[in-house]
């Protein structure tokens, strides 16, 4: 069973940046795809960023050109590069392995955009 922890949420300004990290217990990134997603108040949770065991990265349209998906496979942690935050960015944000359906979770990582 994989098991993913996130670090790196915060408060921070619009227009600044985060990086979140997701390290898992095994190393799975050249078996499964792995994906950032976020949930806001109120709102289902999408997804934001996924990167293939490839190396294939892909971004939801909202987020593309201000964030950047990477992973160093020697330390098992994917990170979430986050620039040039609006509020909008506001969300609790998830690391999953695998797929939403049946795949591992973190305990996501509160990223709140306020001036």
């Known amino acids: 069973q994989v098991q993913l922890v996130e670090s790196g949420g915060g408060l921070v300004q619009p227009g600044g940046s985060l990086r979140l990290s997701c390290v898992a217990s095994?190393?799975?990134?050249?078996?499964?795809?792995m994906g950032w997603y976020r949930q806001a108040p109120g709102k289902q949770r999408e997804v934001v960023a996924s990167?293939?065991?490839?190396?294939?990265?892909n971004y939801a349209t909202s987020v593309k050109g201000r964030f950047a998906v990477f992973r160093d496979s020697a330390k098992n942690t994917m990170y979430l590069q986050m620039n040039s935050l609006k509020p909008g960015d506001t969300a609790v944000y998830y690391c999953?392995?695998?797929?939403?359906?049946?795949?591992?979770w973190g305990q996501g990582a509160q990223v709140t955009v306020s001036s």
């Open positions: 095994n190393s799975i990134f050249s078996i499964f795809a």
């Open positions: 990167i293939t065991p490839y190396g294939v990265t």
């Open positions: 999953n392995a695998g797929d939403p359906v049946t795949g591992a």
